[in-house]
Nanobody
Framework: QVQLVESGGGLVQAGGSLRLSCAAS????????MAWYRQAPGKQRELVAM???????SYADSAKGRFTISRDNAKNTVYLQLNNLKPEDTAVYYC???????????WGQGAQVTVSS
């Protein structure tokens, strides 16, 4: 059974940092493109950052210069380092795995990030 399990969320003051982790199981992790999305209350889910199977990264404008996505294929884990957090970063952060050739997509259950002002 495929699972994506996020961890590392929490409550932090503005300007603080958090590191989110997403551990994958039962997939050939190294062949999947991985991404982090977030959804704030009353808003649509939006892409924050992604990293391809080859390690190429891209970011939403709101994340550039503050967030860093990385992956460790040996641990089947993708990370999102969140720095200089702002109250508007408050959201549930979701991990997503895509394998385009197999047309497979999986989502994690989400991790709450709350930034206080």
């Amino acid at each position: 059974q495929v699972q994506l399990v996020e961890s590392g969320g929490g409550l932090v003051q503005a300007g603080g940092s958090l590191r989110l982790s997403c551990a994958a199981s039962a997939i050939m992790f190294s062949t999947y493109h991985m991404a982090w999305y977030r959804q704030a209350p009353g808003k649509q889910r939006e892409l924050v950052a992604m990293i391809t199977s080859r390690g190429t990264t891209s970011y939403a404008d709101s994340a550039k210069g503050r967030f860093t996505i990385s992956r460790d294929n040996a641990k089947n884990t993708v990370y999102l380092q969140l720095n200089n957090l702002k109250p508007e970063d408050t959201a549930v952060y979701y991990c997503r795995a895509d394998q385009y050739q197999l047309a497979r997509t999986y989502w994690g259950q989400g991790a709450q990030v709350t930034v206080s002002s």
